[in-house]
């Protein structure tokens, strides 16, 4: 058993939703291989969702969830036919997608936006010098990897402000990391530089660039498609515009979440940032823009 920071923790602390049980049992965790589309295949375990890239150049993986999963995780890619990883990218700094980049790094060069490094070197996040991103970049980063173009595009101020997609341009594949979680409402880590408005541009952003038929990992959920995540982020727009619409009416907080979403939004309350979680996300996020 490990006690675990992540993303979760971070919510429940900051939003008083106590949804998540601290404490996860490791040892039990089994990881999954799921083949995606050209060289790409999606692992699952306990965390957000990887990404592996498998070709001649090695291994290019995205994400890797939490520190005492890196052995299994290793195992997983070594069944694939590939070795421990080249290159290791974060899409954001939350330690359920970056907590093993300590056990990748002696092999690994890892590769995020300038605020991942910014944030894992804060000691109060209590991570080693090891899990620091060596390259960083600002906007947006090419690597030419295993026979295509992966593209690395910032994503300001959504889930954090630290997130990128990583969009595998020849197979055909996009991570988005937290910025899409499916059949969920959206973490809005608020601490983190988050926001809502920010998420709703970045999907604008990222689905004015992709094809429709390109495949989807999520940072949490089964694989996905552009068409579901297009109508998912529709979904945030419209329970956002619900609950500001009430906060410019002069609703109080407490108010709107008496009132409640429409209950086609019940079943995203089910996970692990529930309605009132949420609703106080968007509030607090909209009156400090
Ligand atoms: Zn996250």
């Not at 990404?51 to 150049?57: C, I, P, Q, T, Y």
């Not at 619409?245 to 692990?272: C, H, N, R, V």
């Amino acid at each position: 058993m490990f006690t675990v920071k992540n993303c979760s923790l971070a919510a429940a602390i900051m939003l008083a939703a106590p949804v998540f049980a601290a404490e996860t049992d490791f040892d039990a965790v089994q990881i999954t291989a799921t083949p995606v589309a050209g060289k790409i295949t999606m692992l699952q375990g306990n965390g957000g969702n990887i990404a592996v890239s498998l070709g001649d150049d090695g291994v290019l993986m995205v994400d890797d969830q939490f520190a005492p999963l890196s052995d299994k995780i290793k195992a997983a890619i070594t069944k694939l036919g590939g070795s421990a990883p080249e290159l290791l990218l974060n899409t954001h700094w939350h330690g359920d997608h970056s907590g093993g980049n300590e056990n990748f790094a002696d092999k690994a060069t890892i590769i995020a936006h300038d605020n991942v490094r910014v944030r894992i070197a804060d000691p109060a996040n209590e991570r080693v010098a090891a899990a620091l991103p060596v390259i960083t970049f600002a906007n947006g980063l090419s690597i030419h990897f295993n026979g295509e173009e992966i593209k690395l595009i910032h994503l300001p101020h959504g889930h954090t402000d630290g997130d990128s997609a990583v969009w595998f341009t020849g197979s055909n594949v996009i991570h988005m990391g937290d910025e899409y979680v499916v059949g969920g409402f959206p973490f809005i880590d608020l601490n983190s530089g988050g926001s809502v408005e920010g998420l709703i541009d970045n999907h604008a952003n990222i689905l004015a660039q992709i094809p429709d038929n390109i495949r989807v990992i999520p940072g949490h959920g089964g694989l996905s498609t552009k068409a579901e995540m297009a109508s998912w982020i529709e979904g945030v727009r419209t329970t956002a515009k619900i609950v500001t619409d009430q906060m410019i009416a002069g609703k109080t907080l407490a108010a709107i979440i008496e009132q409640g979403l429409p209950e086609q939004y019940a079943s995203w309350g089910m996970g692990f940032i529930n309605e009132a979680a949420y609703i106080t996300a968007v509030y607090t996020s909209s009156a400090n823009p």
